[in-house]
């Protein structure tokens, strides 16, 4: 075995069988893919076994947590090189997992040492609409920035390096993908390898992208602030709206106003003041936006403009003071609170 291709899934049989459809035609490397189920109800073990005479496969059963099943997969792999994929990913390419693993160990031997990870570039499918924003958001993936790299673009790693970093965090039921990343990033390095994955845009559909890319904006900013209560809170929201389809965003901005009354004015202005300190690190995402609407369908991320060269030299030097941080903490009150007005309106209207 060359390669051990772990996947975790909780009821997603019809998405396994598109993924494991592409991994049978995979060319030029032998691997074995390890499913990690949480307890699926929808008969997603019996789908696995309509594969067993094209793919060596190996259905485990793990306790509920994407963190948890992944690295359930990993205890059991057979081999050191690790591919962590989402089950509604999909590789359109059948040489992707040879040249993935080709060009990740060519850079270990090149850099003497295997702490370095690779993620894949990034495409929704199987066909998003053709917009500035699908494709910021596909720029985005790309470009291997600080807290832009997640599980949906497929993890590639030594296992040695991946268990000395200590796997994927468990306690929460979100961010197991990121915060692994960012270990990744600070003890080692991350690679842009060149296959492409593909991810559905079911859930974007259902959920609203921009309902959905505007939550996980804040659960980003609320984890790198450290605000416990956020999460220790969130999943029952989460748990309310689990089969509404379209995402409603108040409950979540109720929830943030709820524990916001619940702390000291001192308590409340740090949050406000660190979520600001959080956006204002961000100038980079609206330079590249810029871009992309300029540059529309000709757009090619590893061409900065002036405006994003210019912001990655300049921004933080020119605003990481307390005067910066002051005005991102107005201007994000400002936005909360508006939104907050905005979203109470159209649910009486």
Known sequence: MELSVIIPVLNDREALNLLLEDLTRQEGI?????ICDGGSTDGSDRAVESFLDRLTIRFLSSPRGRGRQLN??????????????????RLPSPGALKSGLSELTEAWEQAGHRRIAGHLSLQYGPTPPDSPAWRFWQAKARSGRPLTIHGDQSFWIDSGFFQALGGFEEELSVLEDTRLAERIREKGQWGLLS???QTSIRRFDEEGLAERQTLNALILAFDAIGWK???????????EQAQAGR?????FWELIQTLLDETSWKQRWNLWYGTGGFVRQQLWQWALWCQVRREGPRFASQRPSLFLQWTDRWWDRLSDNPLGNGLA????????HLRYRQLHRSLSS
């Open 72 to 89: 359930k997969g990993a205890s059991e792999a057979s081999t050191t090189h690790l591919v962590f994929l989402h089950a509604d990913s």
């Open 195 to 197: 296959p492409q994955i």
């Open 229 to 239: 209560a956020f999460f220790e809170n969130a999943p029952s929201v989460y748990r």
């Open 329 to 336: 903490t107005v201007l994000v009150w400002g936005w909360f």
């Open 247 to 251: 995402l409603a965003l108040l409950p």
């Open 30 to 34: 032998v691997f074995e893919v390890l």
